[in-house]
């Protein structure tokens, strides 16, 4: 691998007003110098989330190289001084520390879709509906395990419906927030754990919506995918052996996905037979 190179964005905007904590007490909502508010994610918050704010970064990058709605991360610099006149950022659980972190928009007038949970939206409702067959398979490609219904972000528009925003990509790749070159090969072929957020998506779609995206992802250049590895700041201190791994590793993931998602389907559409056994059983028992 070449000599790797760093992101400068971290030095166009500043830090200018804490605004709010969000909902798991390590992301923060702050005011930049360019007027708009983005959710910051910290640099080594704690040991076990050493890689959080890379994977948000390297993923969101190669969402956006797909075209896909993910909310996209850059690296921006907090210094020292913003940290000691903001209150709320003296924890004595969680660690942070000026630095470069991992910012993207703050997206406004938003929910997770959790909040729909007993009334999940149809594909009418919303306004990128191609984009949930596409987070499907990018999920399997970066080995999210964390779609839960918590991390789909749902925008209200002004025509009443929504658009669907991919958030959280803190736990992707096989390790998660503590990947390492000997975890993206050991829990590779792991199954990404049953979602919610998936049994919605294979009961509002068809089997072939997959299939496009798949030849998609298959043909990004290799060399794209290098150059967003190569991008990750140094200061996140990943090793040339670590940023090597995953270049394999997401390479390699590639091949994989068209059988991944041959089981993906095969996996959901037997969860729905057995629940509409287990209603139709229910019904015979209550006549
Ligand atoms: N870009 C965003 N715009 C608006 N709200 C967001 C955005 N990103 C996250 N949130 C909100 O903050 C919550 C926590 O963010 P998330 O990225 O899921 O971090 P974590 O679950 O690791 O704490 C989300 O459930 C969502 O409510
Ligand atoms: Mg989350």
Request: aromatic share 12%; charged share 25%; glycine share 4%.
């Amino acid at each position: 691998m070449e000599e790797i190179e760093t992101e400068n964005v971290g030095q166009a905007k500043y830090p200018v007003k804490f605004l709010q904590t969000l909902s798991g007490g390590t992301a923060h909502v702050i005011l930049f110098s360019d007027g708009k508010k983005y959710v910051v994610k910290w640099n080594g918050t704690e040991t076990r989330r050493a890689k959080e704010v890379i994977n948000e970064y390297v993923v969101s990058k190669l969402g956006t190289l797909l075209s896909l709605p993910v909310v996209p991360f850059e690296s921006v610099y907090i210094p020292d001084e913003f940290i000691a006149n903001t209150p709320e950022l003296h924890s004595t659980r969680y660690q942070f520390n000026p630095g470069l972190q991992s910012a993207c928009p703050f997206i406004e007038n938003s929910f997770i879709l959790k909040e729909l949970n007993n009334n999940l939206p149809s594909k009418m409702e919303i306004k990128n509906p191609d984009m949930i067959a596409a987070m499907v398979v990018f999920d399997h490609w970066v080995f999210n395990y964390d779609r839960t219904l918590r991390n789909v972000l749902m925008e209200r528009l002004s025509e009443g419906n929504y658009y669907l925003h991919m958030i959280d990509h803190g736990k992707c790749f096989p390790g998660g927030y503590t990947w390492s070159p000997q975890t993206l090969i050991k829990k590779r072929n792991k199954k990404l754990s049953y979602r919610d957020t998936y049994q919605w998506a294979f009961s509002i779609l068809n089997p072939e919506e997959y299939t496009t995206f798949i030849d998609k992802i298959v043909s990004v250049p290799n060399e794209l995918i290098l150059e967003v590895i190569q991008s990750i700041p140094e200061e996140w201190q990943v090793t040339l052996e670590e940023r090597e791994a995953l270049y394999h590793f997401l390479v390699e993931q590639k091949d994989q996905l068209p059988n991944l998602i041959s089981q993906f389907i095969t996996r959901y559409d037997s969860n729905n037979t057995k629940k509409k056994k287990r209603k139709k059983s229910k019904k015979k028992k209550n006549n």
